[in-house]
C-alpha cells in the first residue's frame, strides 16, 4: 500500500476530527487508521499512477456479478451518493484508498460482505500535478 504524505496527513486530520462524532463510523475509522499506518509514505509527486489517492476517480468491479460502476473517493463533507461520491469514511472509502489497479478488496456493510476489484484509475490528481489543497476547503485543517 502506498499513500501520499499529504493523504497521510489530511486523513488523519479528518480522523481526529470526526472521532467521537461518528460512532457509527467507528469500524471504517480503525480500518483507515491501520491504512495509513501499514502505508508507505511518499511525495505526492511520486505517487504511481495505478494507486487510488483522495479525489481520484475509479472504476470498480463487483466480483459476484462482475459489473462495473465508477466513484469518486472524497472527503466526508463532499459526499453525494447520487453524484457517485463516496466519502473516505465509508466501508468502500476505506477499503480502496491506497490499493492498485487489480487489488481485490473486501468490505463490509450492515447487509454482507462485498468483493470488489479496482480496475481503473480513471483520474488520480498526483498523476495530473495536483499536489496540493486548498485548506479553506477542509474545516478541519
Not at 487510488?52 to 459489473?67: D, G, I, P, Q
Not at 465508477?70 to 491506497?98: H, T
Amino acid at each position: 500500500m502506498i499513500i501520499s504524505t499529504l493523504d497521510s496527513e489530511l486523513l488523519m486530520k479528518c480522523i481526529r476530527a470526526v472521532e467521537g462524532r461518528h460512532t457509527t463510523k467507528f469500524d471504517e475509522i480503525q480500518v483507515l487508521k491501520r491504512k495509513i499506518s501499514l502505508a508507505w509514505k511518499v511525495k505526492p509527486q511520486d505517487v504511481p499512477r495505478n494507486i487510488v489517492t483522495m479525489n481520484s476517480f475509479v472504476e470498480l468491479k463487483r466480483n459476484n456479478t462482475n459489473t462495473t460502476f465508477s466513484i469518486k473517493l472524497v472527503f466526508p463533507e463532499f459526499e453525494n451518493i447520487k453524484e457517485n461520491r463516496i466519502s473516505i469514511l465509508s466501508a468502500l472509502g476505506a477499503a480502496i484508498i491506497s490499493e492498485k489497479v487489480g487489488t481485490e478488496v473486501v468490505y463490509r456493510t450492515w447487509k454482507n460482505e462485498n468483493h470488489i476489484i479496482i480496475t481503473d484509475v480513471i483520474f488520480q490528481p498526483e498523476a495530473n500535478g495536483n499536489y496540493y489543497v486548498d485548506k479553506q476547503d477542509y474545516g478541519y485543517l
